[in-house]
């Protein structure tokens, strides 16, 4: 038990680090933004968009859902006696294609909900 304690806790510590590093970036730079301090130019490069994605989610579980099925498609496939020689390529060749199989989804949702709004 006690093992498993102290990586768990530095992958958490590490995690609220960088979290609090990138939650402060960006009220610095909404600061800045709102106080105008920062002319024309800069505002591109900060990043400050127009629309928000409000597809975000959306992209990112897809991703989510496909691996894991790519990832749950893996166990009973083990089982040929080829996949058994292959069984990393197999893996990873999976998630791949599922990774790949979810962000062209995510781009044929998006294109038609943009030409729907657009018409």
Do not use: C
Not at 31 to 47: H, T, V, W
Not at 70 to 93: K, N
């Amino acid at each position: 038990m006690n093992d498993m304690l102290i990586p768990i806790t530095m992958f958490i510590a590490a995690a609220v680090v960088l979290w609090k590093f990138i939650d402060s970036r960006q009220k610095v730079r909404t600061m800045a933004l709102e106080k105008g301090s920062i002319d024309e130019n800069m505002k591109y490069l900060f990043g400050s968009q127009s629309k928000p994605n409000r597809f975000a989610a959306l992209k990112w579980g897809l991703a989510a859902l496909f691996i894991g099925v790519a990832l749950l498609l893996s166990i009973p496939l083990q089982a040929f006696s080829w996949a058994q020689i292959h069984q990393g390529e197999l893996i990873t060749g999976l998630i791949f294609t599922g990774g790949g199989l979810a962000f062209l989804m995510y781009y044929m949702i998006v294109a038609k909900a943009e030409r729907s709004e657009d018409a």
